[in-house]
Structure formats: structure tokens, C-alpha cells
């Protein structure tokens, strides 16, 4: 039987450059002690404190069918929350609630994009990006961002990429990279967004773990309030990525048809789900602070390390969990000397070619082992670097 296209070509085909991951894993498998600093999940579980809230809620009986858009008060804290800390006016009526951060990223393409349209993402960019937007129906078409200038996009590549567009999506604290968006950046984006008339669809997932600069919400923009999505999660901010509990934030109208896409597709969030993420927001921001700590050192630990060599070059390792080096000085692809390391040392990152194009010649190293542990890989990592360098000098 026949499948439809939309489902066969999902993932676009061709080499992902996830090969050294599925070796990593098999390695695992087999028995070997690999450091694994591939994926973005904590190294702590969901706190005892938000499974308590969880399991009272379910046992006081919110295990039926939740109302579709979430419950008023997750709504209303998630619209309190965000008004806070942008200063946009919002209200429950700009938020639903939806099972992660990534079915909120596919219900935003699905607002906005028809069949044909396309929809840009920047490249490095976070793995499922693509395959979400085909998901929607879009074409997904790549912008390329560059190492020069630390990954920060340029509007003006944007705007060069934005025939037949009519969305964007952006993501700040970024992951691959760790790099935040400035103001300058952010200002660019939202003219071109003006400029060529597109949606911006802002996954702030990491919105929580800025560890020099700030995180700035393009909704917050002038005249962006009507043209933004925003993506949100309790995923990152309150090591809650089981749970599946996330948001889209944007204008009513959206929202409203928004309700209409959950009601056929997802049907909603467990209250006890909700209820549990209520409580997790509203334990305040020292406990969001106590869940990002660990990155914030060991991300004070990476640059400590990484300027007493000069072979790798940090990407500024500005939030989220993840830092991207800089490896071309050894003369190998990302890809080369992720399967290398991981052969001689034991050590499993992800090459940069696995984000796209643009970080090729680099690594991500998931900040997410404990910190003795991870320094000691660090400096494993910058070690082997060096001798590829000498030997490729050498030759
Ligand atoms: N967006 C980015 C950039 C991510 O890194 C992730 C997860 O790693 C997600 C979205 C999806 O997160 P979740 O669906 O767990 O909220």
C-alpha cells in the first residue's frame, strides 16, 4: 500500500551524521564505559517535590480527559509568566498548553504554514527542525548561519532565503550551539519578519539557562506581538522532559485555532501532568536557578579548561547545556574526529555536520555528566585535539 509523501520523506533522506551516535549506543550496549555527551537530558530526575504535586492531583482524581487548551490555572500562570518576563501583555487566551515543546513546534507550522509554502529554519539547528516543518506540510528550507560570526544569523541571509516563506523559525538560547541571540540579532530578525511579511515561531525552550548575556523574546519587539509564536517548555527548566508538558504562546486568533488542532490531534495534557507543572512553576525562580546550576559550572569549568590550550576554539558558550567546539585546527570533520574519539578514548559528542552544514569542523559536548567526570573528558577532548594538530602539522 501506497504511504503518503508527507510521511515517507519526514526526515529528508541522506546521511544525518547521527552514525557516531547509534555506535555510541551500541558500544553501551555492549558494555563499554563510554562518557556519553550526546543528548541534552539532565543528569538529575524530575524533582520529589513536583512528583508529590503530581501524584496528589492524580490521586485526587484528575486522571480523565484534561480540558483541551489546559486547565485555567496552568494557562494562567504560563500567560503570568511570560508577561513577566517580557512585558507583553498576555492572558490564557494566548496560551495553550500542549504535550512538549515539540508538538508545540509542529502545531505552530501547522498554524501557519499551507501545503507548498515554505518554512526557513536556520542552520546548525536542533535535529527534528526539518522534519517538523515537512511534517506541516511546508517545504523546509535551511538559512545558513556562520562560524565567523559566532552563529548569529544574519537578516540579511534571511531575507535573501525568503521568497515563497512565510515562516521563520529561531531558537534562542540555541541549541546546537549555546550561543543567545543579541538585541542586534534579534532586531534584524524581526525587520525581515515585518519586511517579508513572515511568522516568527521562537523556540525559547532554554529560556532558563543564559549564562552571560540576556535571553530576549522577539515577541517583546516592537511590532512582533501579532506575527510571533512562541515555543515553551517545562522540559529544560524544570528537568521535566518525561512529563511532556509545553506551550505555544501567541495572538488569540492563532490560539483559537490552535484549540481546534488539539482537539483532533492531541486531545490535551494529563491534568495531573498540568497541575504537576503549576506547581513546579509557581516553586519560583531559585528553583529554576538550582535545576540550571550544573551547567552554569560546568560551563564556567569548559571555559576554564578550553583557554589554557589553543588547538579548539569555543563557540561563546552563552546558555542552554551544550557547548560547541571548534575542532578544524586537527584537519578533521567534525564527524572524523567524533568517530575517533570515540574509538581511542572512549568519549561519544556529536559532530557539528549532525546540525546541518554550517557547524561542520566542530563537536557538541552535552554538558549533562557529573562535573569531575566532565572536566576530565574536557580535557581528554583538548588533549587528543592537540596531538591531531601536531600530527597533522607534521605531515
Ligand atoms: N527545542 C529544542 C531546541 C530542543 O533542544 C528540544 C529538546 O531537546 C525541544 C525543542 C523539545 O523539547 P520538549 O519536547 O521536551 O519540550
Known amino acids: 500500500m501506497k504511504l503518503s509523501q508527507r510521511i515517507t520523506q519526514l526526515t529528508g533522506g541522506g546521511s544525518d551524521g547521527w552514525d557516531v551516535f547509534y555506535r555510541a549506543r551500541r558500544m553501551m550496549s555492549e558494555g563499554h ?21 503530581m501524584d496528589l492531583s492524580a490521586r485526587q482524581g484528575n486522571t480523565g480527559y484534561a480540558i483541551v487548551p489546559g486547565n485555567d490555572l496552568l494557562r494562567d500562570t504560563v500567560a503570568a509568566r511570560v508577561q513577566a ?41 536542533y535535529a527534528t527542525y526539518p ?41 534562542t538560547p ?29 523556540d525559547e525552550v532554554y529560556d532558563t539557562q543564559v549564562w552571560d548575556g540576556v535571553h530576549i523574546s522577539p515577541r517583546a519587539l516592537p511590532g512582533m506581538s501579532d506575527r510571533t509564536l512562541v515555543v515553551g517548555s517545562m522540559s529544560k527548566s524544570h528537568a521535566m522532559t518525561g512529563s511532556r508538558c509545553g506551550w505555544v504562546v501567541g495572538p488569540e486568533e492563532v490560539i483559537a485555532h490552535l484549540i481546534n488542532l488539539a482537539t ?8 495531573f501532568i498540568q497541575d504537576a507543572a503549576s506547581f513546579a512553576l509557581n516553586a519560583g525562580t531559585d528553583f529554576e536557578e538550582e535545576i540550571a546550576a550544573p ?50 578514548h572512549e568519549i561519544a559528542v556529536m559532530p557539528g555536520e549532525s546540525f546541518g552544514k554550517a557547524a561542520a569542523g566542530h563537536i557538541r559536548v552535552a554538558m549533562t555528566i ?10 581528554t577532548i583538548c588533549d587528543f585535539a592537540a596531538s591531531l594538530a ?4 607534521a605531515e
Open 370 to 379: 557529573e562535573d569531575e567526570r566532565f572536566a576530565a573528558a574536557l580535557k
Open 264 to 271: 483532533h490531534t492531541t486531545y490535551g495534557v494529563p491534568g
Open 174 to 202: 540555541n541549541n546546537p550551539t549555546g550561543v543567545v541571540y543579541s538585541r542586534q540579532t534579534l532586531k534584524g530578525i524581526a525587520e525581515v519578519c515585518r519586511k517579508r511579511d513572515l511568522w516568527l515561531i521562537s
Open 295 to 344: 551547567f552554569r559550572r560546568r560551563r564556567a569549568l569548559a571555559v576554564e579548561i578550553l583557554s589554557a590550550q589553543n588547538t579548539i576554539g569555543l563557540v561563546p558558550a552563552q546558555g542552554a547545556m551544550y557547548l560547541m567546539l571548534d575542532i578544524r585546527a586537527t584537519g578533521l570533520s567534525g564527524e572524523a574526529f567524533a568517530n575517533a574519539l570515540l574509538d581511542t
Open 85 to 125: 518576563r517580557t512585558g507583553v501583555p498576555t492572558s490564557r487566551n494566548n496560551v495553550l498548553i500542549t504535550p512538549g515543546g515539540q508538538s508545540a513546534l509542529f502545531a505552530a507550522h501547522v498554524a501557519v504554514c499551507d501545503p507548498g509554502d515554505v518554512g526557513l529554519y536556520l542552520d546548525p539547528y
Open 131 to 171: 522534519g517538523t516543518i515537512r511534517g506541516a506540510g511546508a517545504t523546509a528550507r535551511a538559512v545558513q548561519t556562520w562560524a565567523a560570526d559566532a552563529f548569529q544569523p544574519r537578516a540579511e541571509d534571511i531575507d535573501a532565503a525568503a521568497d515563497g516563506a512565510v515562516s521563520l523559525l529561531i531558537n
Open 390 to 393: 601536531d600530527s597533522a602539522a
Open 33 to 53: 564505559p563510554i562518557t556519553e555527551l550526546t543528548i541534552g537530558e539532565h543528569d538529575i530526575r524530575t524533582d520529589q517535590a513536583i512528583l508529590d504535586a
